[in-house]
């Protein structure tokens, strides 16, 4: 089963610091969970994020816009649902409460690889649309990613892409867009943009794997192992 997007759920709020996400219900055990984040000044930036059982947090990238060491990042984490979740609440916590605005995404990928994504980047810029580029690691892999802006328009996503949820306001603007179909190729160049008015902006971006793809070897008891999908398999033994 191909990576595929399974469902998503968006929140903000202004001077505080957490947001407790709408209930999110996913179609499946084993589904990708990833954060996508805005705030929108003062370098406040995601604490944490708790709700869920035995679900656990980490950090891929985040970015400022322009380098602005005013601005709020935009960030991504990610995490791994073994379980279906029913109703779950995530919230999302943040190091300070004294941004004008904050924006938080929770997205769910069926089919995706429980591990570390792949590979990511980040972008910045003072003006103009928001653009960022990463290049895959492995076959099958979905490209997703997120920007935020200082301002509050909306954006129209690039080519070959779909902004799946957009939020934001007086203050900022946040967009998690992904690509409509997998990568079949390693080593591919992906861009996640949109079409944007706006002031200065950051962008962030990561890959989804396939379970399919191979890890490389392992060596354990002086046997190396070679991971394909959730299995084993023995090579020869290391003299």
Same mark, same amino acid.
């Given at each position: 089963m191909a990576v595929a997007y399974d469902t998503s759920v968006v929140g903000g709020g202004a001077g505080v610091n957490s947001i407790a996400l709408p209930a999110i219900s996913t179609a499946g055990a084993n589904e990708k969970l990833l954060c996508f984040s805005h705030e929108s000044q003062n370098a406040d930036n995601i604490s944490s994020i708790t709700g869920g059982s035995g679900i656990t947090w980490t950090f891929v990238a985040k970015e400022q816009p322009n380098h602005d060491t005013? =601005?709020? %990042?935009? !960030?991504? %984490? !990610?995490?791994?649902?073994?379980a279906q979740l029913s109703s779950v609440v995530f919230t999302v916590n943040y190091t300070a409460s004294n941004f004008p605005h904050a924006s938080a995404i929770i997205a769910a990928f069926s089919g995706a690889k429980n591990a570390?994504? $792949? =590979?990511?980047? #980040?972008?910045?810029?003072?003006?103009?649309?928001? @653009?960022?580029n990463l290049t895959t690691t492995a076959t099958n892999s979905l490209v997703v990613g997120c920007w935020g802006s200082a301002s509050a328009n909306t954006g129209t996503a690039g080519s070959n892409q779909t902004i799946v949820?957009?939020?934001? $306001?007086?203050? @900022?603007?946040?967009?998690?867009?992904? /690509?409509?179909?997998? #990568?079949?190729?390693?080593?591919?160049?992906?861009?996640?943009?949109?079409?944007?008015?706006?002031? !200065? %902006?950051?962008?962030?971006?990561?890959?989804?794997?396939?379970?399919?793809?191979?890890? $490389?070897? /392992? #060596?354990?008891?002086?046997? /190396?192992?070679?991971?394909?999908?959730?299995?084993?398999?023995? @090579? !020869?033994?290391?003299?």
């Open positions: 005013n =601005t709020g %990042w935009v !960030e991504i %984490w !990610e995490a791994y649902a073994t570390v994504v $792949g =590979t990511s980047n #980040t972008a910045i810029g003072n003006s103009g649309s928001p @653009s960022v949820e957009e939020n934001g $306001g007086s203050f @900022s603007i946040v967009d998690f867009s992904r /690509q409509n179909a997998v #990568t079949s190729s390693s080593g591919s160049s992906v861009t996640i943009n949109g079409t944007m008015t706006s002031t !200065e %902006w950051a962008a962030v971006c990561c890959e989804v794997l396939d379970p399919g793809v191979v890890a $490389g070897p /392992q #060596t354990l008891n002086n046997y /190396q192992f070679v991971k394909v999908g959730n299995g084993m398999s023995t @090579s !020869e033994k290391i003299k």
